[in-house]
């Protein structure tokens, strides 16, 4: 039961971190599973390309495919809205972290 409820909450984290660096630069599923794994989450890709999947359904990142070495590799950067999203998550980000540090 914890772990479920972790899970949903670090999926949220996991967003707002995965809307950080696509604003940053485009990204790509496994340099993500990459930076994810660097900050201790611990994620499969069947896990995180629906993820990037859904927010790009939702106008949250768009997908630009390029050819790498003979393959197709999918790269991922913020919308206008995923930019907004972005910027009310780290305020309330900052808010959160603000009433609960010790």
Do not use: C
């Not at 949903?8 to 630069?25: M, P, S, T, W, Y």
């Amino acid at each position: 039961m914890e772990n479920k409820v972790l899970r949903k909450l670090f999926l949220g984290f996991i967003q707002i971190h995965i809307l950080h660096h696509a604003k940053e630069e485009p990204i790509f599923g496994s340099w993500m599973l990459e930076e994810l794994k660097e900050h201790g989450y611990q994620m499969s890709a069947g896990t995180l390309y629906p993820l990037l999947h859904n927010m790009e359904s939702d106008g949250l990142l768009y997908k630009e495919e390029k050819n790498v070495e003979g393959k197709i590799r999918k790269y991922y950067r913020t919308t206008a809205k995923g930019n907004e999203v972005l910027m009310k998550a780290r305020e309330k980000a900052y808010e959160l972290f603000k009433e609960i540090r010790e």
